[in-house]
């Protein structure tokens, strides 16, 4: 089973809509025990940090998620589900997160028109079946205003160009996130999804 986490994010039934276009089933789901017992796990999100941690901790679902990802269960996270990660964020007035990627979770700098919103290149930092068929500098859609600026950078995957040059995907283990939204994506987006996919399962 794929579980996409609900939380009350509002990007979930797009991401939903795009794993079903890929022709696999999901699950939308608040549920500890289904989250625990899902074969991938995605984590979708919009939003403000503070109030994401506060509907997962309400709902009981961040041990749940921890455990998923420490035991190397193939994980997606999206924009906010890839903040969420680190040690802890500048939004929100400073919130500790999930400490799962040791770092912090930054402020575009004051310079620049926030949050963006829009298209923007993916620099691939490493070689991974992951982007098989996707050329480096593809453009994916972004909507945010922070940043994650992990203190490990061997789990930077890629990196893109906003004023500053941020880490806008990890992957660690079986654990994928970007910052960017790849269900929003074309194309591109659907073709990363795919791959992850197919990287963790059988059969459709």
Known sequence: MIAIIDYGAGN????????????YQVEITSDPNKVLEADIVILPGVGAAGDTMDSLQK?????????VIKEAKPFFGICLGLQVLLTSTEESGGYECFNLIPGIVRLLPPNLKVPEMGWNQLKQKISHPIFEGIPDMSNFYF????????????????ETDYGVNFCS?????????????PEKSGETGLKLLSNFLKLNTNSK
């Open 12 to 23: 979930l039934r797009s991401v939903a809509k795009a794993i079903t276009k890929l022709g």
């Open 59 to 67: 709902l009981e679902l961040v041990e749940p998620i921890k455990r």
């Open 143 to 158: 909507v945010h205003s922070y940043y994650v600026d992990p203190a490990d950078k061997s789990v930077v995957a890629g």
């Open 169 to 181: 995907m990890i992957i660690k283990d079986n654990m994928v996130a970007t910052q960017f939204h």
